[in-house]
């Protein structure tokens, strides 16, 4: 896998990328905080519910970063507790990003079939961006500092994974009009696209099925001998 070394071009290459994809939807968008405010569910705006993310993100970061390590000894029984641990976190990105990527950019295409408004905030974009953006953040984040905190042996080695986890699903955007682009728009939607895929497959093998993969061989390792030192 890529190494630690390469972790700061890494960085640039995938905001670059980034950048690529965010660039036709976030150029044209709409009041997305006023929409946010104004659409309510039993009486909670989406942007509450956006708050609400935010103090959790906050809350939870900060009782991780300030874990205090025990001793160096680590039992197999400790170790497969801190990777099951680890494992959720990614789990539940992994759910976030599916849910975003397939259902919601799914009704978000319906709705602009119908509002025809680049300009327009619909409400699966609001969600994607408003909810699901900082659940990305929170679970990559989250199992990037609980790593670092509780399992550094683990994480020395995984920086640009982690970062991988953490960022690549912010390319799951609401629903893509190639219109949006300018002049050449046949080659820069092809440029597009395969940013897209590039970042997909990346958080896929990378992020999640790697960082999956060797927890799980410390998961076995621990279980087979729980008792000694690991």
């Not at 001793?71 to 959720?88: A, C, E, P, R, S």
Request: glycine share 6%.
């Amino acid at each position: 896998m890529i190494d630690n070394k390469m972790l700061p071009i890494s960085f640039v290459v995938l905001f670059v990328m980034l950048g690529l994809i965010w660039r036709p939807s976030f150029s044209n968008l709409g009041d997305l905080f006023g929409y946010a405010e104004s659409a309510k569910y039993k009486g909670v705006s989406l942007l509450d519910f956006f708050k609400a993310e935010l103090v959790i993100i906050v809350t939870v970061w900060t009782v991780l970063l300030t874990y205090k390590r025990r001793g160096v000894i680590t039992d197999g029984d400790y170790l497969v507790k801190k990777q099951i641990m680890l494992v959720v976190f990614v789990i539940g990105q992994v759910f976030m990003g599916f849910f975003a990527g397939g259902f919601l950019v799914h009704q978000d295409a319906s709705w602009y079939q119908v509002l025809h408004e680049n300009s327009e905030i619909m409400p699966a974009q609001a969600i994607i961006l408003l909810i699901c953006y900082p659940s990305y953040i929170f679970f990559g984040g989250s199992a990037a500092i609980y790593a670092k905190t509780r399992l550094p042996h683990f994480f020395k080695d995984k920086y640009v994974a982690f970062m991988v986890l953490t960022f690549a699903p912010l390319a799951f955007l609401p629903y893509y009009d190639g219109s949006l682009l300018e002049a050449k728009r046949e080659m820069l939607e092809l440029v597009y696209m395969l940013v897209y895929w590039l970042l997909s497959v990346a958080w896929v093998v990378l992020g999640v099925l790697y960082i999956i993969f060797k927890s799980s061989q410390d998961i076995f390792k621990g279980l087979s001998d729980p008792f000694s030192e690991m």
